[in-house]
C-alpha cells in the first residue's frame, strides 16, 4: 500500500456514496421498495451520528491529563461545541430519513403506516415477547393489522424510534410482564380464548405499551381497523390482574 493509501484512517465521502448506492441496488433487486430502503439508510445514519454525538459527550467531560485550567477550559469547550454539531447533525439526518419528500408529511405527522414500518415493529416486538413467552398462536395477517393500529397513533418520527421505547418498556415492567405471560400466555394456567388470544401473539407487547402512552389514539385506530374489541378488553383486563 502506498504513502496516500496509509494515511487514508477515514472512508471519503464517494466510498460513503458507493457504499451505499451499492446497498440501495442489493436491496431493490431484493423487492425492497427505493422509498423503505432509502429510509433504513438514512436512520442507520441519523442513528450512527446520535451515537457519536453521545460518545464525545461522554468522553469530553474531563480533559486527558493536568494540563492546567485553561487547556481544560478549552478542551471542554470545544468537546461541546463537536457534541453540539453532531447533535444538530443527527437531527437533520432524522429528518431527512423519515420525511425525505419535502412535499410529503412532517415527520410530527402521523401519515398512512407503511409496510416496512410494520416489518421493522416486527423485528422489534418478536425478541422482547420470546424472552417472556413461546412463539405465537396469532396468525401472522393479523398481528400485521394489529401493528398497524399500534403505529397508526404515532408521528413518523415515533416510529423511527419505536424499537428503543418498547424496550424500555418491557425492561421497565419486566416483573409484571412476566407474570402477565406466564398467566395468560401460550403454556399458561389459562388456556387460550377469544377474549385473551392477543396476549398470545408478539403484539401484545406493543399494544400494552401503547395502551399506557396513548390509551385514547390506541382505541381509535383499533375500531378503525375493525380488530376485535374483545381483545383489547382482555388483554386490560389481564394486565390490570398483574399488578
Given at each position: 500500500?502506498n ?10 465521502a464517494?466510498?460513503?456514496?458507493n457504499a451505499k448506492?451499492?446497498?440501495?441496488q442489493l436491496?431493490?433487486?431484493a423487492?425492497?421498495y427505493?422509498?423503505?430502503?432509502e429510509?433504513?439508510i438514512?436512520?442507520?445514519e ?5 451515537l457519536?454525538h453521545?460518545e ?9 491529563g493536568?494540563?492546567g ?11 461541546q461545541?463537536?457534541a453540539d454539531e453532531?447533535a444538530g447533525?443527527?437531527?437533520?439526518a432524522l429528518?431527512h430519513?423519515?420525511a425525505?419528500?419535502?412535499?410529503g408529511?412532517?415527520p410530527?405527522?402521523?401519515p398512512p403506516?407503511r409496510?416496512?414500518?410494520?416489518e421493522r ?9 420470546l ?14 393489522q394489529?401493528?398497524t393500529a ?14 428503543g ?10 416483573v409484571?410482564?412476566e407474570r ?5 400466555g401460550?403454556?399458561?394456567?389459562i388456556?387460550i380464548?377469544?377474549?385473551?388470544s ?10 400494552l405499551?401503547r ?8 382505541r381509535e ?8 374489541p374483545?381483545?383489547?378488553?382482555g388483554l386490560t ?7
Amino acid at each position: 500500500m502506498n504513502a496516500a493509501g496509509e494515511g487514508r484512517q477515514q472512508l471519503d465521502a464517494v466510498s460513503v456514496l458507493n457504499a451505499k448506492q451499492t446497498l440501495l441496488q442489493l436491496l431493490a433487486r431484493a423487492g425492497v421498495y427505493s422509498g423503505d430502503a432509502e429510509e433504513l439508510i438514512g436512520l442507520v445514519e441519523a442513528g450512527a451520528l446520535s451515537l457519536a454525538h453521545r460518545e464525545v459527550g461522554r468522553s469530553g467531560r474531563s480533559a486527558p491529563g493536568d494540563k492546567g485550567e485553561l487547556y481544560e477550559s478549552g478542551w471542554l469547550d470545544g468537546t461541546q461545541a463537536v457534541a453540539d454539531e453532531l447533535a444538530g447533525l443527527a437531527t437533520r439526518a432524522l429528518r431527512h430519513a423519515v420525511a425525505s419528500d419535502p412535499s410529503g408529511p412532517s415527520p410530527d405527522a402521523s401519515p398512512p403506516v407503511r409496510k416496512m414500518q410494520v416489518e421493522r415493529a416486527k423485528v422489534a416486538v418478536m425478541p422482547l415477547y420470546l424472552s417472556f413467552s413461546t412463539v405465537s398462536d396469532l396468525d401472522p395477517e393479523v398481528s400485521d393489522q394489529v401493528l398497524t393500529a399500534v403505529l397508526g397513533t404515532m408521528t413518523s418520527r415515533q416510529r423511527a424510534a419505536y424499537a428503543g421505547v418498547l424496550t424500555e418498556y418491557a425492561s421497565v415492567n419486566r416483573v409484571r410482564l412476566e407474570r402477565l405471560y406466564a398467566r395468560y400466555g401460550p403454556g399458561g394456567t389459562i388456556a387460550i380464548h377469544g377474549r385473551y388470544s392477543l396476549v398470545h401473539s408478539p403484539t401484545s407487547v406493543a399494544v400494552l405499551e401503547r395502551l399506557a402512552a396513548a390509551p385514547a389514539r390506541l382505541r381509535e385506530e383499533w375500531d378503525a381497523a375493525e380488530l376485535p374489541p374483545a381483545w383489547l378488553e382482555g388483554l386490560t383486563m389481564a394486565w390490570a390482574s398483574t399488578a
